[in-house]
C-alpha cells in the first residue's frame, strides 16, 4: 500500500540576522509536526529556506560596499547553524538565489505572461522596503506601512501586473467550501473584511529600480517582485516546471503552510491566486500562528534592545538550557493561534516545573527504585490492582488524544496530555509508596509490579515525546534498556520485558536556580548591549579649523546627487525634516536639521548633494541613511548645496 505523504513547509526566512527565539517558533512548530507525521508512517517532506532577493538585501550589501550575496552567505549559515542546534530536520534549505528556483520563477512568469494574467503598466504606489509591501495611499495608516508602522516611499516605475481582482470570487469561494484551507477561523475574517470584501486590485509584480531580483524572462529590464519569487519556492523546491518534477507530482498540493500571522495575506489571497492561475492545485491548508511578544509588541530585534533584560538570542539559549528546553518552551507555553508573552522567566519556570519536576524526577525516582530494590533489572509485570487502573487507564488512552491534538495541529494540547501521564505517575509514586513496600519482603510482587507499570509510564511517555523533544526521549529509553528507535506501533502497555537492565538515570533536566539564572542573564544581556552601544561610531565634534587631510582621506567620503522624492516633518522636533532621496537606483531616507530653513514641499523635487556612506543613525527615532551637504552663513542661516545646471540622480560628486 502506497504511504500518505505529508508536505510541511515554513516561511522561508528573511536573511536578516539578529535571530531570535521569534524566529524559532514556525520551525520548531513544523519540525514537531514533521516527527509526529513521520512515526504515523507517513512519506514527509518538509521545507524551509531563505527569501534572499529584493530592496532590503541590495541596499544592505551596497551600505556594506560588498554584494548581496556577499551579505547573505554568512547570514545563512547562522540560520543553518541555528536549525542545527534545535534539532531542525528539513528535507530541502531552498534559497531563492538557487539555480533550479531561480529557473522555475522565470518559467511561472512566462507561463503567466503567456496566459495573460500578468500585463504591463505603470505603478504609482507607496512601498515598505522592511516588509517589501506595496499599500495605496488609503491603505497608509497615518502615512505610514499598515503592517509594520514604519515609512514607506513613494514610487512611480512602469511595471508588470498579474490580474489578482480576476481571482477575488473565486478567493472567497474557496474559503467558504474549504473551512480548512485558512485557519484558526479568525484568519478568515480578516482576510475577507479587510481585503476580499472591497474587492482585490490587480497586483505590481515587478520591479526595474531593484536589480537584485529574478529577471523577467521576457523583459530583463524588470525583476520578480520578491513575494511571488518567495511564494514560488514551495513547488520550485519540488521541481516544478522542471525535467524533473517527480517530487511535485508526489507531494504537491502540500498539506501544510505554516506561517505567522503578519504574512497569512500573501499565502491566502495573493498565493491561491497564483496557483488558481497556473493551473495548479491550491495547498490544503494555511495556518497563520501567533506571535511571541515581548513587552506586549511581536519579539523583533528592535524590541530586543527596548527591553533589556530578557535573552532571547537562541544561540545562547541552547547553550545555557539545552535544545529539548527550547524546543519545550515554544511547543508548550504559547497558546497555539494565539500570541504569547515572552519573558526568561517563564521559560525557567517551564523548565522547572515540566521538565526538571513532572519528567525528570519521575524518570530518575523509577530507575534510582528500581536499582536500589531490584539490582538494575526490571521487575515482573504483575497483576492489575486499584491503585493500577486509573494510571494504566490513562496510559492506554493516551496516542488517542495526542493524535486528535496534532490533527488540530495543536502541540500545547498535546504536550499537556502527555504531561497528564507524568503527573499521574508522580502522584501514583505518592499513593503506592514503594518505599513502604520495600520494607515488607511479602509485598515484593506488589513493589515490582508497581516499578513495572512506572518503567512502562516512562517508556510511553518517552515514544510520545519523540517528535517534540530530541534528546531526552532516547536517554529515557536507553536508561530501560528499550529501543530508542521505537515508534508508535509500540505503545501498547506492558511492552518492557521483565529482567530488562535498567540504568539509574541522573536528572536529564537539572533544576535551575531561579533567581541566581534570572540575574545573570539580565547581566549578560546589559554587558551585551553596552558592548554594541560602543561599537557605534562616535559623533565627530565640530571645530572652527580642521586639521589638513591628504587627498585619500578626502575620497574615503562619498558624495552623490540625489535627488527629494518626498519629505516631511519629524514628528515632535521643530528642526528636523525627514526626506525620501532617491540616488540612482536606489531610495535612502534621510534626517536633515533644516525645517527652519525649507519647508517640506520646498524640498520635494530639490536635487541635493548626499554623503552616502555614512553610517545609518537613527535622529528622533528615524532613520537617516547619509547626510545633504548645506552652506552655512554667518548669521547661522543654511542653504541647501545642489548642482548648478542638470545631473541625473546618482551622479557622483567629488
Ligand atoms: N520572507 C518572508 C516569508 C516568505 S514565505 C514565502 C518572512 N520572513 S521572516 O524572516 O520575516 O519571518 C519568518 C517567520 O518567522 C514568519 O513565520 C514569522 O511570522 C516568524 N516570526 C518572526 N518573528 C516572530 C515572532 N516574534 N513570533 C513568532 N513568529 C515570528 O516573513
Redesign the pocket.
Known sequence: MERKKYYIT?????P?GNW????C???VICDALKRFHQMLGEDVFFLTG??EHGQKVEKEAAKRGITPLEFIDPLVAELKDMWKLLDISYDRFIRTTDGDHVKCVQKIYQKLYDSGDIYKSEYSGYYCTPC?SMWTEAQLKDGKCPDCGREVTLQKEESYFFRLSKYAPRILKLYEENPEFLQPKSRVNEMVNNFLKAGLQDLCVSRTTVKWGVPLPFDEKHCAY??ID??S??ISALGYLSDDDSLYKKYWPADLH??????VR??AII?PAILMALGEPVPKQIYG??????GGE???KSKQDAVKKDLTDPYELVKRYGADAVRYFLLREIPFGS?GE?TNEKLLSRINADLANDLGNLVSRTTAMICQYFGGKLPARGREEGTDCELLQTAKGLFEKVKSAMDRLNAPDALCEIFALVARANKYIDETTPWILAKDESKRARLGAVLYNLAEVCRIAAVLLKPFLTQAPALILKSFSADENQGFESLAFGNLKEGSAVLKLPPIFPRIDVKKELAEVEKLVSDRQKKEKKEEKKPVENSEKLPEIAIDDFFKVELKVGEVIACEKVEKSNKLLHETVRIGNETRSIVSGIAKYYTPEEMVGKKVVVVTNLKPAKLCGVLSEGMLLCAESADGTLALLTPESAVESGAKVG
Open positions: 515554513t516561511p522561508i526566512y528573511y536578516s531570535h527565539i521569534g524566529h517558533y514556525t520551525t531563505t527569501d517589501e520578491v513575494w518567495a511564494l519556492n514551495y505554516m506561517v505567522g500571522k503578519e504574512i500573501f499565502h498565493w500562528h501567533g506571535w511571541l511578544l515581548i511581536k519579539l523583533s500570541d515572552y
